[in-house]
């Protein structure tokens, strides 16, 4: 199965012109921006209003009662020695403008701490986002078992007060007359045997006091890594460059037992892969008690779960895994040139091992091969799988959907749009998006929309709602990629102008995963609470390999598509049907995003 001569010759020829024009305006841009120079950013003056609140977003219905459990959505965490709650009320201490005030960023000291609980840090956020930010304090639980150092034999509490503070970085440019408006950050230097979990922030140059946040213990911590830059002062703008970063646990997924405390980095100098000075929390906490029960799973996808929708001219459609299977499907083996039929259950499947290549899954030959390559709407339903995510304080519900094809790709170059008849085809297509819920409330977090060989994390106030607390998720046309809004998106150099479509809108082709699911892993509830099917343990591919050789092609075109190909998806040049879910690095990792 291979493109046409034609097809690829005119896609390069295409390419090369793009390319081109591509690299001439980027020097005029270049040009422009030395000519103008860029936005400045400035310090606000204390005699100047803070910014504007920010709009506070809550989900658009409320949170049904749940089903009883142990410890899930009831507000607090146990952590082993450490008890977390989530604070969400904070006072103004100061905010990095640009002219534009909704591209600054804001920063906030917790406020309203229970008794008992200490601050770990300060929290920031842009100011361009809905209000819905947290950190979490925490306080120690008595225990029997307490740590005792080493060189004392005396017992080491769980948390203690820094012994000081390091002025880290601060808006001021040195001069005593200009310290209105000023920010100053500061990371507690904590005592030995312990770690700083997050910074502080002030409007003075006097260092705050000992007792305003703890340190934890080391081994109550984890290594946490920066994620995503919050503020960045270049040295355009400051004497010295600064950046502001989320935080996230190091080592994720459903094993993973950091715990993401929602403060914040910041640094001047830091390298990727360098390990920060602060940590994040670690849930020590066998039981697993925060997380849901198996009647709160339920509750929990009836409320929140997506309607998918499918494009209006999708022709390749999902289908159950048993009608993919009943309708035709068979089972290859190397070496056998006749396919072996698949029981409906996937019982006869052989499980567990590796994806080695001497079991694959294909469509039916003859007449039945056109129809199961379509699917079948009407039994679609979407396969969940019951995760602890970020310590256990979050639960991952991811939603897998199978296609028993996935159709040619449309190639876009910059303006025009060019459909490949045979490019981007393979048999078996499996995709998923995950809902994040909050362990402390039960509320939805984020929703991820896997993109191929990606995707994105989509907060709650950012997604498209069909009814009360369900959002909307966006299949695109012959890929199945998800989405969360209607549109064009481009997999590919958007610098270039080039790569694949995805085309997503709403139709009259979905399926309701509130309704339309299986529930077919959740391994933290103990052997035999869900019972997973046979063909879940299939670990090989779902689909034979078809490889696309551009060796057809004329020596100089070959080489130019081979460079300019860096810059497209895999998809455009090669395929091979996909492994199950089960496979996949984030069915026990963390998505990738």
Aim: charged share 20%.
């Amino acid at each position: 199965m291979m493109p046409t001569i034609l097809e690829i010759i005119v896609v390069v020829v295409i390419i090369i012109i793009i390319t081109k024009s591509f690299r001439l305006q980027s020097l005029l841009l270049r040009s422009k921006q030395e000519m103008f120079g860029c936005q400045r950013f400035y310090r606000k003056r204390t005699d100047q209003l803070a910014p504007s609140e920010p709009q506070t977003f809550s989900l658009r219905a409320p949170l049904p009662p749940w089903p009883q459990g142990q410890g899930f959505a009831l507000g607090k965490i146990n952590l082993g020695e450490l008890e977390a709650v989530k604070v969400s009320r904070f006072k103004f201490i100061w905010s990095s403008n640009t002219q534009d005030e909704k591209k600054g960023v804001t920063f906030y000291k917790p406020i309203g701490i229970p008794d008992g609980f200490y601050s770990l840090g300060y929290y920031c956020q842009s100011n361009d986002q809905p209000f819905r930010g947290f950190v979490l304090v925490a306080r120690e639980i008595p225990s029997k078992s307490e740590s005792t150092h080493i060189s004392t034999g005396i017992a080491s509490p769980a948390l203690r007060e820094p012994v000081d503070y390091t002025l880290v970085w601060s808006s001021n440019d040195g001069s005593e007359e200009r310290l209105q408006g000023c920010g100053f950050f500061w990371l507690p230097q904590p005592p030995e045997g312990y770690k700083s979990i997050g910074y502080l922030v002030t409007c003075s140059p006097k260092k705050p006091k000992l007792d305003k946040v703890r340190c934890v213990r080391a081994d109550l911590t984890e290594r946490c890594e920066n994620y995503q830059v919050i503020l960045d002062v270049g040295t355009r703008f400051s004497e010295f460059p600064f950046q502001v970063w989320s935080t996230r646990p190091s080592h994720r997924g459903m094993l993973g037992r950091g715990v993401s405390v929602w403060t914040f980095s910041c640094n001047s100098c830091w390298v990727p892969g360098q390990e920060l000075p602060i940590a994040c929390l670690k849930n020590l906490d066998p039981t697993l008690h925060a997380m849901p029960n198996c009647d709160q799973i339920h509750a929990l996808i009836n409320h929140y779960g997506p309607t998918v929708f499918f494009h209006p001219d999708e022709i390749y459609m999902p289908s159950s895994v048993s009608w993919f299977f009943e309708n035709g499907a068979l089972l290859f083996r190397k070496g056998d040139s006749v396919g072996q039929s698949i029981d409906v259950d996937g019982s006869n499947l052989p499980s567990g091992g590796r994806n080695d290549g001497e079991f694959w899954i294909d469509l039916p030959s003859g007449d039945r091969k056109n129809s199961v390559k379509s699917g079948n709407l009407g039994s679609a339903k979407l396969y969940v799988h019951v995760k602890p995510a970020l310590g256990r304080t979050f639960t991952d519900i991811a939603m897998w959907i199978f296609c028993p094809f996935n159709g040619p790709a449309t190639l876009k170059v910059g303006v025009m749009n060019y459909s490949l008849s045979k490019i981007g085809q393979h048999v078996g297509d499996w995709e998923h998006f995950t809902l994040r819920i909050c362990n402390f409330t039960g509320e939805l977090w984020s929703i991820y929309f896997s993109q191929h060989s990606g995707g994105v994390w989509v907060n709650a106030y950012d997604l498209e709602y069909i009814q009360g607390n369900k959002a909307i998720v966006y299949s695109s046309k012959n890929g199945h990629a998800t989405f969360p809004h209607p549109g064009t998106y481009m997999q590919g150099s958007g610098k270039l102008g080039l790569g694949i479509r995805n085309d997503v809108a709403r139709s009259n082709f979905f399926v309701d995963s509130s309704t339309c699911y299986e529930l077919v892993a959740a391994e933290y509830l103990g052997d035999g609470v869900v019972s997973e099917p046979g063909w879940l343990q299939f670990m090989r591919k779902w689909g034979p390999t078809i490889v696309y050789d551009i060796s057809i092609l004329p020596l100089v075109l070959r080489y130019s598509m081979a460079n300019i190909f860096i810059k497209l998806p895999v998809e455009l040049y090669g395929e091979e049907g996909p492994t199950g879910p089960k496979e996949k690095n984030n069915w026990v990792g963390d998505e990738r995003g």
